[in-house]
């Protein structure tokens, strides 16, 4: 028989980092070059299938990364039980952002919330701003999953989902 479950995930990061493009990559294999920016937040739902019985369903909270839409941001992480925090590997400010985004979700959010970091934007190698080895070195200590994703070609984006479903507390 099969194993289900199902978990709530939250998507944060700065404005334009890809959130939503790495939502609509790993919900639809779809990638649309001129999306709109998210109004709010957006709710999506999309299941991970894991060997040998099990399915993870999440159900995905998409936020709009903009500052006036800060204060919302705990109605959709307070009862997360993961959060993929993604910054732009060609902006070392977006970074910035990220770390600040994971300092709140570790203070405010559940104790045992499942945290990814995106580096998102893999793709764009000539303008990359953020070393990987540093990106990393801060994921370790700061205990997070860390993934150099690409919401353009799809590298590492169901990597990501899935690892991040194999940490999840099933029965
Ligand atoms: P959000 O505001 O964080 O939800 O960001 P969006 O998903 O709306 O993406 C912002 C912009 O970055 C859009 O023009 C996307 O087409 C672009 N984008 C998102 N992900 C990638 C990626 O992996 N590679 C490249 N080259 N562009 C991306
Ligand atoms: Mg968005």
């Given at each position: 028989s099969e194993r289900f479950a199902q978990f709530k995930l939250v998507l944060l990061g700065e404005s334009a980092v890809g959130k939503s493009s790495l939502v609509?990559?790993?919900?639809?294999?779809?990638?649309d070059e001129f999306r709109q920016s998210t109004i709010g937040?957006?709710?999506?739902?999309?299941s991970v299938r894991l060997e040998p019985d099990t399915v993870i369903k999440f159900e995905i909270w998409d936020t709009a990364g903009q500052e006036r839409y800060k204060s919302l941001a705990p109605m959709y992480y307070r009862n997360a039980n993961c959060a993929v925090v993604v910054f732009d590997l060609t902006s070392s400010t977006s970074l910035g952002r990220a770390k600040s985004w994971v300092k709140e979700l570790q203070l405010q959010a559940s104790d045992n919330?499942?945290?990814?970091?995106?580096?998102?934007?893999?793709?764009?190698?000539?303008?990359r701003q953020v070393d990987r080895e540093e990106a990393a070195e801060y994921a370790r200590e700061a205990g997070l999953l860390y993934f150099e994703t690409s919401a353009?070609?799809?590298?590492?984006?169901?990597?990501?989902?899935?690892?991040?479903?194999?940490?999840?507390?099933?029965?």
């Open positions: 609509n990559r790993f919900a639809k294999d779809r990638f937040a957006a709710f999506l739902t999309q919330i499942v945290i990814a970091l995106a580096a998102n934007k893999a793709d764009l190698t000539s303008k353009k070609t799809g590298e590492s984006v169901k990597e990501m989902f899935k690892a991040i479903a194999e940490r999840m507390p099933i029965e």
